[in-house]
């Protein structure tokens, strides 16, 4: 089954008869909403009345690129900060998840078409992983051994590792991407780019806008992520992956139920 693109720089829409004046989505790179220069965009439909209700960006090559780039200019002064600062971000951001829970399971449940209560659990395992991630000034840790043969010690250490992109599905709008990737990732100082799912990408939007909520004065640092048509994502984080500067690409989806969604 294809997914029907919206060229709106052709000035045509494969699905003219389901358009009644959806939100044009934006993405993000170093806090920044913008417009993509592409003209191309994907619809994202309310399942339960099988309507659009608002249209995703297919961003270019080189927007995707800008994304990367900022997250890589941000790791150096995210990654040195304490890490009992970057987790004061979270502990906050746990707050600010528990006080928008009924209103993300609402925006989850109308994108996604779970039930509510299946929409609430989805944004409740997020939460429980941004809790786990206040924890990391303890986890992240490291060991010594002193004398592990004559006159050697040992030590070791974990450290920031850099920029890691994350490539999540449809199905856990909120419970993936913002629970098993991103809080995690950040709280040991590396920094992200996240490549939400485009059928459901509203409920990444919003959380996102509340993680950048959560940490005033250190969001222009290090917060970055983005929406993406899927395929520019996997080529960039391909050719990133043989590059010289190392990027971690975490997926969370079958490459090949990608393509076949896409008729390719």
């Not at 009644?20 to 339960?48: A, H, I």
């Not at 609402?106 to 941004?130: F, N, Q, Y």
Request: aromatic share 6%.
């Amino acid at each position: 089954m294809s997914i029907p693109v919206l060229d709106h720089a052709t000035g045509e829409s494969t699905t003219s008869a389901t358009l009644d004046v959806p939100k044009r989505l934006k993405f993000c790179v170093n806090n920044q909403w913008r417009e993509t220069s592409s003209g191309r965009y994907m619809p994202v439909y309310n399942p339960s009345i099988g309507k659009v209700m608002a249209e995703t960006p297919c961003c270019t090559a080189r927007e995707v690129e800008e994304a990367v780039e900022a997250a890589k200019t941000a790791f150096p002064a995210w990654s040195s900060k304490p890490v009992g600062a970057r987790v004061q971000v979270l502990f906050r951001y746990k707050s600010i998840l528990d006080e928008h829970l009924g209103e993300l399971a609402t925006l989850l449940a109308t994108e996604m078409g779970k039930s509510l209560d299946e929409a609430r659990g989805d944004v409740l395992k997020a939460i429980e992983v941004v809790e786990l991630a206040c924890a990391v000034p303890v986890t992240m840790q490291g060991r010594s051994l002193m004398q592990v043969s004559a006159g050697h010690d040992t030590v070791s250490y974990r450290e920031p590792m850099g920029v890691f992109a994350g490539i999540a599905p449809f199905n856990f709008p909120a419970m993936i991407p913002f629970g098993w990737m991103i809080p995690l990732a950040i709280a040991t100082g590396n920094t992200f780019v996240l490549k939400a799912a485009s059928m459901v990408p509203q409920t990444g939007m919003r959380m996102l806008e509340l993680l950048v909520e959560a940490g005033p004065g250190l969001r222009q640092a290090w917060l970055d992520s983005g929406l993406w048509d899927e395929s520019v994502v996997i080529r960039q984080a391909a050719a990133e992956s043989e590059a010289p500067d190392d990027i971690q690409v975490e997926f969370r989806r079958e490459l090949v139920l990608g393509q076949d969604q896409r008729g390719n």
